[in-house]
């Protein structure tokens, strides 16, 4: 018991850190998603989930590859907003990924 305690405690401080993205950061990672209303914690929660979900659509690869500048894929703005919209409601990335497949998958 003592040592689960333990570990507990041990893990507080990488639950509390949270990756934070500047809008200038993502600009560069998924320049066709407006981030820019997004606080840097909603944007390292946005680029968690576009770099681990694919785009079923036209484009054939991550979410953040298909918001690529060289991209045209109409579909991956269309995920992007769902995600964008998830996330400024608070979900958390686990939580929409499993939502964004479900729904696509």
Known sequence: ????????????????????VTAAQARQIVPR?????????????????????FNYAGCQDTLAKCLGADQKDQHA?????????LTTEG?????IVQAVEGYYG
């Open 33 to 53: 998603a407006d981030l820019s209303d997004l606080t840097d914690a909603q944007r390292g929660v946005f680029l968690d989930v576009a770099t681990e979900v």
């Open 91 to 95: 979900a958390p990335a686990p939580a």
């Open 1 to 20: 018991m003592r040592v689960a305690l333990i570990v507990s405690l041990l893990a507080l401080p990488a639950l509390a850190q949270q990756k934070t």
């Open 77 to 85: 703005l269309r995920m992007a907003a769902l995600i964008k919209q």
